[in-house]
C-alpha cells in the first residue's frame, strides 16, 4: 500500500509537469496575445501612445522579451527573473495579476472559500440524492419506481444547469416576487444566510450531476445484487435490509467513490457558470472575469489549480477503493 | 424496410448481407426499444428541423419587429417574440440548425481523433504510447469548460472555433476510452493471423481492427453528441460560442434578453426547452443504440474483471 501510494505520487510529478507545459503553450498559442490587448486598451485611454514603444514597455514588464523557453522556465521557477530571483510556480509562486496589480495567490485566497463551499455542498447533495435514489431504482428493477427514478435521472441530465439557473431566477420572481440572494453574506456573521446563498445553486448542482450518478449506482447495485454472495445471504435468512445495505451496498461503494473523481472536473465547470449566474465571488467568476479582461496570469494559474484538484481527487478516489473494498489489493 | 433487403439480393452478397443487418438492427430497435426509438424519431425530426429551417420558419432568424417587442405567444407569432421583436419560433428553429451543426461536426471530430489515437497508442503500444498517454493524463486532468472557454476567449468566438475546440477536447478525452478496447481487441486472432501472412501495420489498422470495433466507436459518437451540444449552449450562455446574432439556443438565454426574461418568460421557456427536448432524445436513443450494440455494455457480469480497473487506473 505504501509504495503503491509512493508510485502515484511520482506519478502526479511527471503529469502535472505537463499539465503546466499545456497550459503555458496555450495562453501562448495565439499571436493577438496579451501585449495587443493591453496596448489596444492603453492606446484607448491613454491617447497618443507611441504604440511601437509602449508594446516594448508592456512586454518587458509582462516578461515577454525573451524566448519562449526562457518566459516558461521563469514562470516555473527554474529559471532566473530578469532581476535574478527564482520565483515561480515551483516555489509557489503564481505570479502578480496582469490587471489588478496584485498578487494571484491573494486573489485566489479571498475566492477559494466560496468555491470550495459550493462545490461541497453540491456534492453531498448529488450523493444525497444518487445514491438512495439509484439503490431504489436498482432494487425495484423495472417497476413504476424504478421507471419513475430513471426518467428522472435521464431528465437531470438532459436539463441543463444554466437554463434551471435562469428559470429559477425568473419564475419565483413573477409568481411570487421571490427571487435568490445574489449578495454575499458572510458565514461568520450570519450561518444561516450564508448557506441560504449557496443553497439553490448547490441545489442545481448536485441535482444536475445526480442523475449520471445514480445511473452509474443503478447498474453496479443490479451487478452485485446478482452476485453469489447475495444469493448466500438471501438464503442464510437474512432480512432485506441487512442483504441490501451491509452485503450490497458496501460493493457499491466503489463506482460511488471513483465517482468524485469523474464528478470533480463537472463540479468545476459547474462552479464557473453557477457564480456567473447568482453573482458568487468564487473562483468561477475570478476565472470568467479574467479571460474577458485577457489577465493571462490569473487564467493560467486557475487551470492549474482546476488540474491539480482533479489529479488528487483521482488519487484520493484510487486510494479510496482499498478502504472500501477489501479485495483490492495494490501492488 | 422488408423489401429494401430483398432488392438489393440480387446484387454482392456482402451487399446484402450489411443491408439486411441495418434493417434488422431497425426492426429490434423499434421492438425492443420503444423510448429509444421515440428518442430517434425526435432526433431525426430536430436534425430536419435544422436542415429545412429555411422553410420552416415564419421569419428571418435576425428579422426585427421593433413595435411588437416582447409580444406573448399568438397566432402570429406562436412562441412570442423578443426583446428586439424577433419572432422566438423562428429563432429556436434555426437555433436547431447551429446546435445540429455543432454537434454532429464537433462529435465526428472528436470520435476521428479519439479512434486515432487510440488506434497508435493501443495497437503499436511501446515508447509512443508511453509518450502520448502522459500527454493525455495532462490534458484529461484540466477541467473541460474552463479549458474550452480558454480556448475559444483566446481563438476568437465562432462556430468553427467551438467545433474544433470541443472536438480536440473531447477527442483526446475520449481516446483512454478508445485505447482501452483496442488493446482488448488487439490480441484477437485474426489480428495475429493478419500479422503472419505479412500484413502492414496500416492495412490490419484499418481492415482489421477499425471494422470490429467500429459498434464502439458509433456508441461513442451517440453517447457523445448530448454533451457536446449541452456544452456548447453552456459557452454560448457564458458569452464564449456562438456569437449573440445567431440564434444559438445557449446564447438565446443569456445576453441582454436576460434582464427582459421578468416581462417576457417566455423568453427563458423555449430555447432551454428545445435543448433539453433534444439531448433527452439523443441520450435515449444513444442508450438504446449501446444496449444494441455493445455486447459488454448489456449489464450482467463480468465487468468487475481486473482489466476495467487497471484501464481506469491508467493516470
Not at chain 1, 486573489?107 to 445514491?131: C, D, F, G, K, N
Not at chain 1, 450518478?213 to 447475495?230: F, H
Not at chain 1, 483521482?314 to 479485495?327: H, Q
Request: proline residues 6%; positive net charge; contains cysteine.
Amino acid at each position: 500500500m505504501r509504495v503503491y501510494i509512493i508510485k502515484r505520487l511520482l506519478l502526479i510529478i511527471p503529469t502535472l509537469f505537463i499539465t503546466t507545459f499545456v497550459v503555458f503553450f496555450l495562453m501562448r498559442l495565439v499571436p493577438g496575445d496579451a501585449v495587443d490587448a493591453l496596448v489596444a486598451e492603453m492606446g484607448q485611454f491613454g491617447g497618443e501612445t507611441l504604440l511601437g514603444e509602449s508594446r516594448a514597455l508592456v512586454e518587458q514588464e509582462l516578461g515577454l522579451d525573451v524566448p519562449f523557453f526562457t518566459q516558461y522556465g521563469r514562470w516555473m521557477g527554474f529559471l532566473p527573473d530578469a532581476d535574478g530571483s527564482f520565483s515561480g510556480i515551483s516555489q509557489g509562486d503564481l505570479g502578480i495579476s496582469l490587471r489588478t496589480k496584485k498578487p494571484v495567490i491573494e486573489e485566489i485566497a479571498v475566492r477559494l472559500p466560496v468555491t470550495l463551499e459550493l462545490s461541497i455542498m453540491s456534492l453531498i447533495i448529488t450523493y444525497l440524492v444518487a445514491i438512495p435514489v439509484g439503490i431504489y431504482s436498482a432494487v425495484r428493477q423495472d417497476t413504476w419506481g424504478d421507471y419513475l427514478g430513471r426518467s428522472f435521472a435521464i431528465g437531470w441530465l438532459a436539463v441543463p444547469n444554466f437554463w434551471l439557473a435562469t428559470l429559477v431566477m425568473v419564475f419565483p420572481a413573477l409568481w411570487w416576487n421571490w427571487s435568490p440572494p445574489i449578495f454575499v453574506i458572510p458565514f461568520a456573521e450570519d450561518p444561516i444566510g450564508n448557506l441560504g446563498m449557496f443553497i439553490i445553486p448547490a441545489l442545481i448542482i448536485g441535482f444536475s450531476a445526480s442523475g449520471g450518478m445514480m445511473r452509474s449506482t443503478r447498474t453496479w447495485m443490479l451487478e452485485v445484487l446478482r452476485q453469489d454472495y447475495i444469493r448466500t445471504a438471501w438464503a442464510k435468512g437474512l432480512r432485506e435490509r441487512t442483504v441490501l445495505i451491509r452485503h450490497a451496498f458496501r460493493n457499491t461503494l466503489i463506482p460511488i467513490v471513483t465517482g468524485i473523481g469523474y464528478q470533480l472536473p463537472m463540479l468545476i465547470g459547474g462552479a464557473v457558470i453557477m457564480e456567473n449566474i447568482f453573482c458568487l465571488p468564487g473562483m468561477g467568476q475570478l476565472f470568467l472575469t479574467a479571460i474577458n479582461r485577457r489577465d493571462y496570469t490569473v487564467v493560467s494559474s486557475l487551470l492549474l489549480i482546476g488540474s491539480i484538484f482533479v489529479v488528487f481527487g483521482n488519487l484520493m478516489a484510487d486510494l479510496a477503493y482499498g478502504f472500501v473494498d477489501p479485495r483490492i489489493r495494490y501492488r | 424496410m422488408g423489401n429494401g433487403a430483398d432488392d438489393s439480393s440480387s446484387g454482392r452478397a456482402t451487399e446484402r448481407k450489411r443491408h439486411s443487418r441495418l434493417v434488422d438492427f431497425f426492426i429490434r430497435l423499434v421492438r425492443e426499444k420503444p423510448l429509444g426509438t421515440l428518442g430517434a424519431v425526435i432526433t431525426l425530426l430536430f436534425l430536419f428541423t435544422g436542415i429545412f429551417a429555411d422553410l420552416l420558419a415564419p421569419y428571418g432568424m435576425n428579422e426585427i419587429h421593433p413595435a411588437e417587442a416582447l409580444a406573448p405567444p399568438s397566432a402570429k407569432y406562436w412562441l412570442g417574440t423578443d426583446n428586439l421583436g424577433r419572432d422566438m419560433l423562428s429563432r429556436v428553429i434555426f437555433g436547431a440548425r447551429i446546435s445540429m451543426i455543432v454537434g454532429l461536426a464537433a462529435t465526428t471530430l472528436s470520435v476521428f481523433i479519439s479512434t486515432t489515437i487510440g488506434m497508435l497508442s493501443g495497437y503499436i503500444g511501446g515508447k509512443i504510447d508511453l509518450i502520448l498517454q502522459r500527454f493525455i493524463d495532462a490534458v484529461m486532468c484540466l477541467p473541460f469548460l474552463p479549458i474550452l472557454l480558454v480556448i475559444v476567449a483566446l481563438v476568437g468566438p465562432g462556430m468553427l472555433t467551438v467545433i474544433i475546440a470541443m472536438g480536440i477536447v473531447w477527442g483526446i478525452n475520449g481516446s483512454r476510452w478508445m485505447r482501452g478496447i483496442i488493446l482488448s481487441y488487439k490480441e484477437n486472432m485474426y489480428i495475429e493471423a493478419a500479422k503472419a501472412i505479412g500484413c502492414p501495420t496500416r492495412r490490419i489498422l484499418t481492415r482489421h481492427l477499425l471494422p470490429n470495433v467500429m459498434p464502439f466507436v458509433i456508441t461513442g459518437f451517440t453517447i457523445s453528441v448530448p454533451g457536446v451540444i449541452i456544452t456548447e449552449a453552456a459557452l454560448s450562455f457564458l458569452g464564449f460560442g456562438v456569437p449573440p446574432p445567431e440564434p444559438s439556443w445557449g446564447g438565446m438565454l443569456s445576453g441582454p434578453g436576460r434582464t427582459n426574461m421578468f416581462l417576457a418568460p417566455w423568453m427563458a421557456i423555449w430555447p432551454g426547452l428545445a435543448l433539453s427536448l433534444v439531448v433527452y432524445s439523443i441520450s435515449m436513443f444513444g442508450d438504446a443504440l449501446r444496449d444494441l450494440l455493445d455486447p459488454r455494455l448489456r449489464g450482467g457480469v463480468g465487468r468487475y474483471g481486473v482489466r476495467v480497473k487497471k484501464g481506469k487506473k491508467g493516470g
